[in-house]
């Protein structure tokens, strides 16, 4: 740990001490001034070689040193090195207006602060006409719900002012530093086996969007591998669970990299399995206790729970008390088996009982 600056200071004054046989520090003599100012730099240079430690270590490191790490051990699924990339919603709209209207290439739509473009020139029929769109900025702030609408930037003659998106998906947010540094990890603790249960699951998260992954082999029978994966952030709305297209795009991925010697390979999105429970006498009992219980038993599952494993009441436990406002309770809650491999628990009903 690095000295305070007190404690440097001390320390140079001593080691001058000594050199002097004994020198005495008079007021603001020369001694004493040169030997604080020695501390002062000595003491910067302690905490530049203190922080420098800290970033050449991925558990530790920050910013553009923990994206520098990612780079040396990370190749994602879209060829690219280190941290996954944000990427941009695509999709389709309808517009209407006037038939015959041209509505060129480029043309530009918005909903609140995000900007849209279309990919294609289409001519306006009599009915509302689908044209290719995406957004301009990248993120998951960009994918909308089918049925919502946009709104033209710059207008052209003959065509209506707004666009009904049809599908809007695909935008996914840059890797955040937690997630990248996780994967950094797991590369190192687990190298390149040429078809290791975590090779799977290092494979699987390099895709975009993939959050978490779980590798079962064996689990359709000898000589087969199944994974299974989420994408918490990208199917928020979905609690996290994978789209069929998702499964798809990780299905292809996997094909790609993984031993030819498989004899059955599969890719599944996970099932969730809603946990009830029921809490009594809780003190502190309120709105915002109840709130925390459930956000806390939430993250205990998210860190713990994999497809068919076992919930245990210890855990369920550890997440109430865990909770922000909880003083005591009763809990009702057996240990919890899966009812299937595929099965994900999750937070399904609490019960707040007096």
Known sequence: ??????????????EVKTYLSGASFIGNSVIRVLSDATAGL??????YIDWLARMLLPDTAEDEWLDRHGAIWLVNADGTVGRKAATLATGSATMTGL?????PFGTQLTRGDITYETLNTITISPGPTAVNIRAIDPGIAGNLDAGETLDV?????????TATV???????????DAYLRERILDRIRHPPM????TDYEQWAKSVPGVTRAWCAPLEMGMGTVTVRFMMDDLRASNGGFPLPADVTSVQNYMNIKRPVAVKDFFVEAPTPFGLVM??????VDSASTRQAIHDSVAAMLFEKAVPGQT??????DEGVAAATGVDHYDLVFDDMPMPDAGSLAIVGSINFTS
């Open 311 to 316: 919930v245990y009441r210890s855990w369920v």
């Open 278 to 283: 029921t809490i009594s006498n809780l003190v």
């Open 166 to 176: 049809v599908t809007l998906t695909g935008g996914i947010d840059q890797e955040s």
């Open 153 to 161: 930037i710059v207008p052209v003659a003959g065509l209506d002012g």
């Open 1 to 14: 740990m690095t000295p305070t600056l007190r404690q440097t200071r001390e320390l140079v004054r001593g």
């Open 194 to 197: 040429g078809g290791s249960q």
């Open 99 to 103: 038939a015959g209207t041209v509505v």
């Open 42 to 47: 000595a003491h910067l240079t302690l905490r």
